[in-house]
Nanobody, 119 residues
Framework: VQLVESGGGLVQPGGSLRLSCAAS????????MGWFRQAPGKEREFVAA????????NYAESVKGRFAISRDNGKNTVYPQLSSLKLEDTAVYFC?????????????WGQGTQVTVSS
């Protein structure tokens, strides 16, 4: 599975971005999907996850109520909606297939997309 993230960019505090993770090589229909992020000088951290069916979602406490993850299995794509962005949300955001919740382990990773929150 090849994962390609897009949608990152520069946004002001309080703004929104919609990221995308598109897959090729295999359908994502049977995979749980996750998003992680890594800020400069910090370890990669979990952001959000969605089950293969899309019924169950999980979020890091730091983004609950602000981020929403969804998926379109027909388009083989996962979408995290980032809202009410804060300066501390600045990071490279990575898509992952079949993440192990509570860890930083996943079967496949994308290359990342930069999100910069700045005034």
């Amino acid at each position: 599975v090849q994962l390609v993230e897009s949608g990152g960019g520069l946004v002001q505090p309080g703004g929104s971005l919609r990221l995308s993770c598109a897959a090729s090589g295999r359908t994502l229909r049977s995979y749980g999907m996750g998003w992680f992020r890594q800020a400069p000088g910090k370890e990669r951290e979990f952001v959000a996850a969605i089950s293969a069916s899309g019924v169950t979602t999980n979020y890091a406490e730091s983004v609950k109520g602000r981020f929403a993850i969804s998926r379109d299995n027909g388009k083989n794509t996962v979408y995290p909606q980032l809202s009410s962005l804060k300066l501390e949300d600045t990071a490279v955001y990575f898509c992952a297939a079949n993440p192990v919740l509570g860890s930083k382990v996943a079967d496949y990773w994308g290359q990342g997309t930069q999100v910069t929150v700045s005034s």
